[in-house]
């Protein structure tokens, strides 16, 4: 009769644990799709609500999409930021978000998955591809004036501290080398 008594509590313990398991992988798929949004632009909208910025301060903004991520980079005034989205099976949702003084400085910012930089003013409208360790970058662009690039890092794979940028203009030639930038 013991043995019996043992054997149900083990079925019991089991179930619980099941069904506590389940519970906690519904509750992690509900909360990623509430994160989650069915455009960029409105992921883009939630972010300006988290961060306490109204649309009306947004001086401009360009959009760059690769593959499963688009990055916004916007103009709010005084503050320029680089925002990353990434696309997952219930929509768009934030990945990283950095601000910039936008003073066209040769100092890069990194978060967990954006490398981000200026082009500066020397050559910025002569720069047609900007390579990170022979990685391309992608470039964007606000109102004429202001030029930067971005690299998406997902997965760690570039060291800030031993990078080398080139800038390289239509024909393909270096316009700049910036190593250990």
């Known amino acids: 009769m013991k043995q019996r008594r043992f054997h149900f509590n083990k079925k019991v313990i089991l179930t619980v644990i099941i069904t506590l398991l389940m519970l906690y992988v519904s509750l992690a798929l509900i909360e990623t799709k509430s994160i989650s949004f069915s455009s960029v632009e409105e992921a883009f909208d939630n972010l300006l609500v988290l961060e306490n910025i109204k649309q009306d301060d947004i001086v401009d903004k360009t959009i760059s999409k690769n593959d499963n991520y688009a990055v916004i980079l916007f103009d709010a ?104 930038y």
């Open 77 to 180: 005034g005084n503050r320029f930021a680089f925002a990353l989205f990434e696309e997952n099976s219930f929509g768009w949702r934030m990945g990283s978000y950095s601000t910039s003084t936008g003073d066209n400085s040769n100092s890069i910012s990194r978060t967990s998955s954006l490398i981000t930089g200026w082009i500066p003013d020397e050559y910025a409208f002569d720069t047609e591809k900007v390579l990170l360790n022979d990685n391309e970058a992608m470039i964007l662009e606000l109102d004429n004036n202001n030029r930067s690039w971005v690299f998406i890092d997902t997965e760690n794979e570039i060291q800030t501290d031993d990078l080398n940028i080139r800038f390289i203009d239509i024909a393909g030639n270096v316009v700049n080398t910036n190593d250990n």
